[in-house]
Each structure stands twice: as structure tokens, then as C-alpha cells.
């Protein structure tokens, strides 16, 4: 070899001619959300075929937006290798400001909007500063400001209460745009958000991090800057699902935001991201929430008693790590690494 | 004054001095080589190029201005491109997405994976890279071509310096062909190429100067071309060879202790087999991830491996390590990186000293402080461990002596067979000199040795009989008058071995079996 | 007495956790004189030591390497148990007792044997065994809050277990002070202790070394649950009645008086005395803040950020990455 001249730059060189010396076998166990969503989704209509009612979807879907929001919040976080406890706290902060604050004049609708967001974003930032500049690992961390979030959602509204304006809930979540739930056009927006952002080099960074920190770190990644734009991006999503939810409950509570960590850690799993981070698509973890909304009708219609959803749940959590963690043994072994 | 000079650098890591005002000057146009034992100061000296680490002290300058090598980032930006000994690559990321990162092309829409290898793919072509396959992801490629990718990455930025760190330790003959010749013509076109390797002969194909790291300083730049491998021996070891190394005691004897018949397993061994004498010293040679990792973890149970395994001429089954201490082999492993897998480096040394034999120093279920001490005092005074106190986390001793406490902790279980692997790197010369009288006692004694070691000098003059590894398989078994170092190389390389009286043969020698497993 | 010696000379922060919770006490009582009755002061430790037994278990876990967070439904499970089974009689205890204790070891086996043997991470197993339980209690109950109540109410020895003074303490504080003696012995000087602190800090060096790793794990979730289980009878026999939802001040607090107590949350250091100072800490704290009339909300942000700001403290020590 030595001797002959290098290859001259081919104008045409194509991917398809380099050798597929990787495993760049179809991923199946990335499909196995998808999978276990369409067989849910069927399996609901045929039992309740109402849900393919207009106004049915749109109830269910704006129900299902708040969890959305949470479930994309704490995938990014998930995404770098840790964990948002205190996601709850800060939407709890989002349903205490909005209700105790927002009139029906439309000045004060959207100062308070952006108000919340930009708090919901700071809560973040000062999470992703504590993880980072302090050195303290994201669990202990976020289980502590969502103890501090949670006491000053409970400083500004003390007891469920609060009262939103009306005409909020008309705007945003009752009647359709070309026939369809508004609510299904936020989804969707959602959904593209997330096509968008994963082109971004931010997302790559987060894979990396997650991945790999200290190699991130030696290729030159701004980790600090980065998680702390990741938290803080996670808590204004958060308090965007706390605006949504208190229009539609009309009124806000300060422990509203306590059953989504649970909730948004098992849609994450379900969708396939591992905890260890570095992998996944935030995409399937909204499938993953749905996934579980989705249980959670079955089991209505099956007449499971609701009491048992969190074992449910607990159940689905373990078997869906369990798989995970199947999946990684057999490639191990057949990469015989 | 030279392109790139790094003048008068200073580290130290707690209590271990990497670096004692060293000085690096390197110009453009050549390729530059670094040689060195391990802990010689080589590795730390490029880590503070790269951004890696931040000197205690000296000044950096790349053609007459200062350098800004804060953080990786910084030194990137500032021209400094380095192909990491263990990769910085992102596992979970494609290569394309690797070799780009940090600089990937985006338009409208944002970043494009398709886009992205079809960069890569045009940057293989022009680069002569064949190997590689831009779509897959990291995590499942083998070494080597993960090593091609981490070379691929920096090259991809067109830095102005080039730092190889044992760039070519996973390449086959081919990749690595091609590395030398792209670091010749990338030299000669301006830049300043940095080579670290372990093998000599290597380093000086491929400089045009080198410079010696000896303790953490620069003993001596040479033209690659003038100086002798002697010469450069002596800058690198500071003293002849031979002292280090205490002479055979005791006759081998028969009995074989341990026996291995077509052993495979891991990625990297396909087919290796052993019988190992008791009192004798058995070296394995080659170079880095040609199989001995693989054979050594799985002797000791690590790693589930295929092939009979015959230990005091029964079959076991080495399961995991507990069974390879106990009783009924006795089989004990130093492993390869004392901080991760040797230490609890939290853990005072007194604990680490005991953590294998807890069973034996327990009455009524509580660890017998009497039995405790004592033992340690024994093991610290029978390795001469240098330390303040035995309560001191095991962090705070020095690396020749952190060493010692895994040594010593596995001397606690009196075993019949000891593994060593890759033991004495980053140890200072009398620690070394040390383990290896150790290693002679032991034999003496009726103990069998198996050692690997990337250090040539070493495995010849210790070992009694050496196989040398290559590619999962044996490539050569040396003894006596064979048992040379050039001998030990060529086999490493592939190369027929020169047999003392006979003429050249080509690799492969059936393994001369004195009873035992075939 | 030499391993507490030791600890407290070993762990200067320690020292100085039970220092701040005597002055915090002493401050109050002579603020609010009524504080520090033996009566007030009594039933304070009372709640230490119910802390103090549940963060036993995570003290372990955590020291192991991992984390429980199954302890809240555990403890709640248990105490529902007990109550249904011994109906309210002594004579059902002697084998009630034990059967209960057996039930909560088993789940912690489970989460041991998970986490050990399926590579399950301990946050994701624990949860979820949480959950299950939850749901478990929840749906059996259909949904009555006070199932206790229905049923009828523990046993009279444990009932008298927090209120019936042995020697001038309720039985209670007995059982903390022995269960400190066990587990700080235990931890320091014993082969069990010694393997764990070893894998809670290289799991890898320690298998290595010898050590059975995955035999130790299930172990110490075995523990944890048991510990659990032991809080929730005792809790149950405080209060009169097992009801939903007992355990969940346990979630955050078992942690927090570990962590507090100095322990690294990421394993591999820390001991039980810390622990014990942690739970003094935690329930001064939740004393004082009524007195000082401050809202509910004010006591989860102190909470928070005292967590935090020992946390931080105890992690300054240690030598940590640079990116």
C-alpha cells in the first residue's frame, strides 16, 4: 500500500458505496412504542368507539396537552444522563401565578403568560446552575428545589383556588379549527417543535452529554452552558403545561404539579429513552405519553377499578426498563464486547 | 525559537509529580516524536496541549504567540488537534456526526444526518480512508475503526498542530500504513505532527526528531535518523537494563498449574492456549488489544470465555473471581488500571490491604482488629509500602505504591498462581525493581507467574518462556536463547522470528505441550 | 464505643450537625418555654426515631450505591398489615409480627434482585415497586382512606410501644438506640459493612476483589425494607390506626436525613450517626417552623434548601471533575 498514490476526490461520492461495516440494522426495538400505541389506540376505539367524536377527542386532548409539555420538559433532561424532580414544582408555580394573577383584559393575559414562562424558565436555570456551578448531582438536586418550587407555589396560592378567565378556556380549548380540536394542532405543534430542535447542534450536545460527558467534554462541548439551557428550556415547557391546565381546570392548585414526575419518567421510559441518557427520541416519548393516557382508558373500560393505575403503571415502568435492559445484553453479546 | 514550544511545564497530580519542568520545541514540517517510559511525563505534556489539563506552571506559544489552551474548546480553536489514546469519541453518536462535531453544516432546516455522512463519505474519499462507514454509530464498531474515526474527527478540523497518541495501538497493517504516510504528507505541508508510541521502532520510522521524557522531564532531543536504539534505550530507562531484573533462583518445575486449550472469548481472542509450570514466570507479549485482555480477564472470570480451562490439573469453571480465588485454585489477578479495578482509592489502605481475605480476619462476624493490623503490617513491611498511616485512602499514595497495596491485598490470599497485567506501567524504576524481586520470591517459592507486559525489556529478561499474542491467537512461543526482544517484536508485528541456529520460519508455532491440555 | 469515637473524630461535620440541633433546641425552649418539656422533647424524639428507623434502611442503600424509593408504600403496606392480621390482639402478634416483617423483606428482595440481577437502575425498580404498592393498598381499600379505622386498631403492646415509658423512655427510643448500636457496629467493623462501603464506592474493584456484589445488594434492599416495615408498626401503634398515605413524608424525608447526616448521595461514604443527627435535624426543623407561625410553604422551601446547602457543604471535600 505504501506508495500508491491516495484516491483522487470523487465530485459523486456517495454514502451508499461505503462499506456498511457498522450494524446499521432497522432498530427494532425503537419501533416497539409505536407499536404498543397503534395496538392501544385501536383497542380503545373498538371498546369506545365515542372517542372518535369530535368533542370526546378534544376533552382527551386537552387533558393530555399538560402531560405532554411535562413529558418533553423532562425528556430533555432524561436526554443528558439526568433527571427533573422538581418539574412538578415548577408547574405547580405556573397554575399558583396564573390563577391568583391573570384577568380576562388581554394586556394582562399575555404579560402573565410570558411572565410565567420566563419564570418557569429562571426555576430551570437555577436548577441547571445548581447541577452545574455547585456540583450537585441532578436527583438530589431537583428533589430539593422541587421542594423549594412546591413551597413557593404554596406562598402564592395556599389552597386550590384561584380563578381563571373564562374566555381563556374559550380561545384555547373549546371548538375546532377546520373541523379539528385546537388542541390537536398544539400537539402537533409539539410534535414538530421537537423535529425542529433535534436538527439543532443544542440537541446533539445533549445526546453527547448524556452519552459520553467526559469525551463531550474533550471534544470541545460548553457542558455548563448547555445543561443550563436544557433545564432552563425544560422549565419553561413545564409552566407552559401549568398555564394549559389551570385554563382547563379553572382554577389552580399548588400540588398541581405533583403526579406529573412520576407520570413524565414512566412516558419517558415507555418511549424507549434510556435513563442513562444519550439515546432516544423525544418524539417517542410523547408516544410513550400517550401510551399511558391511553392505559389509563382501558383500564376504565375494562373496569378496572382507577385506584390500581398506579400499579399499572408501576408494572409497565419495570417492564419496560427490564426490556431495555434486555435489549442491551443481547447486543452486547452479539458484538461480543 | 521553534513553531511550538511548551517551556518549562510543571504538574503535579496530589502527591505524584508528572511533570518537572519539562520543555517541548517542535517545528512545522516535521513529524516530532515523543518517547518515554509510562509515567515519563509524555502523556500529561500533551494533555496540557490539548486543554486537557491545565499546567502548574510554563508558557505555551504556536508560532511566537501565546496559546490559549484553557479547556478543550479553547485548544481546539487554537489549532490543536488530538487524536486521544482512550478516543473521545461520543458512543451514541454516527461517525459523520462524530468527525463533524461541534462544526456541523446547517441550512434552513437545521442539521441533516444524511448530510452529515455524505460530508464524511467526500472527506474519506479525500482523505484515502476506506474503512469506515459514515452511518453507523460508534458504540458498535470495533477498535480499529473507532480509531480511524477518532483520527478521521481531527483531521476533519485541519488543525495547525497534531497530536497522535498511540494512534496506530488498534490499526491493522493497512490503517495504520496509511496514517503514517497521511502524517508524513500532512507534515510536509505545514503542520506540526506529534507521534507518542510505545514502539520504538515505529517512532523512529516515522519522526524526523524525537525527544526522550524520562520522570517527568525532556532528557534529550535526537534526529530520528542518528540515534541508535541503544542510545535511545539508555535516555529512556536512565540506567542499564539489567539491574532491574533479579536472576532465577529455583529449577521450574513440572507440574502444570494452570492449563488453557483454544481459549476464546470478547471481541479480540479467538484461539490461544497456555499450560503454565509451577515456579515458572510465563510472559505474554504483543502488542495492546491483540487478545491479552480478554485471556486475562477471563482466566480470572471476568469474562465468560469459550475453551477448557485446567487448573492444578483439574477442570474449572472460572465464573467469576471469587471462584478463582478460592481455595481450590487459588488464581489471582493485579488488573490492568489499578485506579478503577485494582482500588477502592476511597478506602483507607488498611481496608483495601483486607478486602479479598475479610472471611479469614472475621470472629463473631466482626473484622478482628488484631488479625486486621497485623497482617497489613506484614504486607507493608514484606512490599515495603511508603506510607504515612494505614488509615490514609488509598488516593493518597503514590502510583509505584498504590500498586503495592493491590499487590499486597492479593498476596493475602496466598495464591498459587498470579496474574499480572501491564503491572509495572506508570510505576517509578525501584518500585519496579521491587515487584520484580517480588515476582522471583514468589516463584521460588513454588507460586507460577503469568504476566503481560507492553515493556519488551521487561518480558524478556523476567519471563521464562514468553507467547506472544497476535490477533486473539499465539504467535510465537520464546524461550532461551529465542527469547530475545527483537524476536519478541517481530512476532508482535507478524514478522518470522530469528531461532538461534535455525533458519527463518514463519509465524506460527504449535505450542510445545508438556502434558496438559492440547 | 471506639467505631463512635472514631466516626465523630473522623467526621467533623457530624459534630457539628448535632451541635446545631442541641443549640436549635436550647434556642427555642428558652424563646418558647413550653418547647422543651421532657414531654415535648419526648415526642420529638419519638418522631426522630421513626425518621431515624426508616433512614436506616435508605442510609444503607444510599452508602451501597443505590437508592430506595419504595420506603413511603413499604411502610405503608406493613402498617396495614399488621393491623388487619392481628385484628387488635396480642396473642396474634407472635406470629403476626414476624409474617409482616417476612412481607416487606420480600419486597425488598425483589427490588434487590431486580436491580442486582436485571440490571434494573434502583430510582426506576423502586419507584415503580412504589407505585405498585400504591395501587395495591389503594384498589384493596376501594378507595377508604382510613382503613385502620374499619378494621379495627393495632395491637395494645404496640400501641403502648410509643407511649409507655420503659425506664423513662417509650419503648421506642429503645428500639432506635439498639438498632444504632447494631447497624453503626455493623457498618464499621463488621464484613458485611466493610464490602458495602467498598461497592457503594468501585463496585468494580470490589468485584475484583472477591466480593459477591449482587448478593450484597439484595442484602441491603432487604434491610431497607425491613426497616420500612419495622417504621410503619411502630407509626401504626403512634397514631392509633394504619391510614393512606402515612408513609409519604418518607419519600424525601428518609433522604434528607441522610444526606444531611453528611452521607455522599452517590455512595461509597457516610455512617449511620450522621444519619441519626440528620433526623434530629429534619424534626427540630419541622417543630420550630409553627412556632416562628410560619405557612406550610415556608417549611418545604427550608427543607429545600437546607438539603441543598449541606449537600453542596459535604461535596466541596470531596474532589470532583472539572467539567
Redesign the interface.
Known sequence: MSGQTLTPLQTTASVERRPRTGERRFDVFQVIPYIIFFVLLISVVLLNPRLLRLSVLETKLNAAFPLLCVTFAQSLIILTGGIDLSIGGILSIATAIAATQMTGDPGSIIFWTLAILAAGALAGAINGLIVTKMRVTPFIATLATWSIWSGIALFILPKEGGVMPAVLKTIVQKGGILGLPKSLYLVVLLALAWQFLKRTRFVTRLYAIGSNRKNAHLSGTPIHATLIMAYALSGLLASLGGIYRTIQYSTGSPTAGDPFILTSAAAVIMGGMSLAGGRGSIGASLIGAFILLLINDLNYFLGVSTFFTPMVQGVLLILAVAIQSLGNYLRQRRLAL | MADLELKHAKKRFGAVVALDDATLQCNRGEVHGLVGQNGAGKSTLVKIL?G?VAADAGEITLDGRPLNVR???AA??AGIGMV?QE???????T?A?NVF??R?R?NG????P?GL??DA??L?????I????????VR??PLA?RQLCEIA?VLARDPAVIILDEATSALGA?DA??L??TARRLARSGKVIIYISHNLRDVQNISDRLTVFRNGQDVGVRAAGEATADELVALILGRRASRLFPPRTEPIGHEVVLAGAHLA???RLHDFSLSLHQGEILGIGGLTGQGQDELFRGL?G?LRLRGEVQAHGKPVQLS???V??GAGIRLA?V?EDRA????????PVL?NL???V??RL?KL???SSRDELRMSDELIARLAIRLNSRLAPANSLSGGNQQKVVLG?LLA?EPAILMLYDSTRGVDVGTKAEIFQLLRELTAKGSAVLFYSTDVDELVNMSDRVLVMRQGRSEAELAGADLTEENVIRASLGEPVKRAGAPITTGQTALVAEGGVQ | MTAVLNIVRRNPTVIMAYLLAFLMVVAVSILRPGFGSPTHLRSLLIEAAVIGIVALGQTVVIISGGIDLSIPWVLNSTAVLMTVLTLGQNERMIWAIPVVLLAAATVGAINGLAIAYLQITPVIMTLAVNGILLGVMAGVASGGLNIGYERGAPPPIILGLARNPILGLPAVIWIWLSLIAAITIGLARSGWGRYTYAIGNNNVAATYAGVNVKVMQVLTYIISATMSGVAGIILAGKFGRAYLGMGDPFQFGSVAAVVVGGASILGGSGNYIGTVAGALILTVLTALLPIFKLPAAAQNIVYGLVVLGTVYLAGLSRAKESY
Open positions: 490539548a486537557v479547556n478543550p474548546a481546539i480553536a486521544f478516543l473521545s469519541l461520543i458512543p451514541d453518536l461517525v456526526a462535531y461541534g456541523e446547517a432546516l437545521g442539521i441533516s444524511r455522512q455524505r463519505a467526500a474519506f474519499d479525500r482523505l484515502g476506506q474503512d469506515l462507514d459514515p452511518a453507523a454509530e458498535d464498531l475503526q474527527k493497512r500504513e496509511w503514517i504516510e472469548g470478547g471481541a480470572y471476568m467469576n473471581p471469587r478463582a480465588l489477578l488488573p478503577s479495578q485494582g482500588l477502592v482509592l476511597a478506602l481496608h483486607s478486602l479479598s475479610l472471611p472475621l462476624g466482626l473484622v491485598r490470599t
